[in-house]
């Protein structure tokens, strides 16, 4: 194995991005060899500042007011023997009353409605969240064979990128961001960008990313490319990787 592809398996265990032989062997790798444990430090040094970038989910606090009142509306109940259940037993006289006490089943349909709330609010934050998992991840290397960029693609279609380390952009010039969607065909804009900070960019009019999609980065004009293909240098490559 070369140095560029220890390299590289480091980087993508740091990244969680390694299935089956490749795993395993980074996992054998990591146990034995200091060279490839030094190599996995290196790169975990360098994606500190992505994970910085990171921001919390924290659910808002009416979710939380909402499930705090649904607890404190179920009453405590204490642990009866059988004995004490069948103390407890209600009278066939008390099920009539029950049955034909309005605001008992007033109460009962509130106390549903709320239970249904709940669940509606949970499984509704929960799918918010699923939608900002990344579905794809390319680590952009540059010349030096080192992470310039990463870039996220979402289930909607959005694709984030965030620059690494000191990222400059040359004066009067920006970067454009391109893809393959198909290996063997031409390279395809995905956005032109201004300034080194994470910004959002759109695949919704191209075809879904898949695994292995090579994406790139060249130096062009202040407005683009103006032949619709890469016309300066290539700075910036990487290939996407299925997110976990």
Do not use: C
């Not at 509130?110 to 390319?138: C, D, H, I, N, S």
């Amino acid at each position: 194995m070369t140095r560029d592809d220890q390299d590289r398996l480091a980087a993508e265990h740091v990244l969680g991005l390694l299935e089956g032989d490749e795993r395993g062997l980074a996992e054998r790798l990591l146990a034995s060899d200091t060279a490839f444990q030094a190599l996995v430090q290196q790169w975990r040094t360098r994606f500190a500042e992505w994970d910085n970038t990171a921001a919390d989910l924290i659910p808002g606090d009416a979710l939380w007011q909402r499930i705090e009142t649904g607890i404190e509306a179920r009453p405590a109940r204490a642990s009866l023997g059988p004995a004490a259940q069948a103390r407890r037993a209600p009278s066939p006289g008390l099920l009539r009353g029950l049955w034909d006490n309005l605001t008992f089943w007033r109460g009962f349909g509130l106390a549903g409605a709320m239970a249904a709330l709940l669940l509606a609010a949970g499984m509704g934050y929960f799918a918010e969240k699923a939608t900002r998992q990344p579905m794809l991840v390319a680590v952009l290397m540059n010349e030096t064979n080192q992470p310039g960029a990463v870039l996220r693609t979402f289930a909607d279609g959005r694709v984030e990128l965030t620059p690494l380390g000191d990222m400059q952009i040359p004066h009067n010039h920006s970067i454009q961001v391109w893809t393959f969607p198909d290996p063997a065909g031409v390279p395809v804009s995905v956005g032109v960008v201004h300034t080194a900070k994470t910004v959002l960019l759109d695949l919704r009019n191209l075809p879904r990313p898949h695994s292995n999609q090579m994406f790139a980065i060249s130096v062009e004009p202040l407005t683009g490319s103006p032949t619709g293909q890469p016309t300066g240098p290539v700075v910036m490559k990487g290939t996407a990787s299925t997110a976990l």
